[in-house]
């Protein structure tokens, strides 16, 4: 059974900072391209952080510079560190495992002006 848990979010003011976590079981991790994806209200669900099994990163423009997505293979955690947080950046996060079917559950992260 493959479950994705994440922990982190929550409210903080523009400027701020926040760490989402996810832990895998059930999958091969280590293999597993992992990413990040926001979904802002009314919008469609975007991949702004992905990471390879080999730590290879990619960023969407708009995260690029003040978000960081790395990985602990041997934790089964994959982390999202939110830098310089913005209220567009206001969404709900879910971690990913690229080609499956399988979501966390969500995180929601409010920032404030």
């Known amino acids: 059974q493959v479950q994705l848990v994440e922990f982190g979010g929550g409210l903080v003011q523009a400027g701020g900072s926040l760490r989402l976590s996810c832990t895998a079981s059930g999958i091969i991790f280590s293999l597993s391209t992992m990413c990040w994806f926001q979904q802002a209200p009314g919008k469609q669900r975007e991949c702004v952080a992905g990471?390879?099994?080999?730590?290879?990163?990619n960023y969407v423009d708009s995260v690029q510079g003040r978000f960081t997505i790395y990985r602990d293979n041997a934790k089964n955690t994959v982390y999202l560190e939110m830098n310089s947080l913005k209220p567009e950046d206001t969404a709900v996060y879910y971690c990913?495992?690229?080609?499956?079917?399988?979501w966390g559950q969500g995180a929601q992260v409010t920032v404030s002006s």
């Open positions: 990913h495992p690229m080609g499956t079917r399988y």
């Open positions: 990471i390879t099994g080999g730590g290879i990163t």
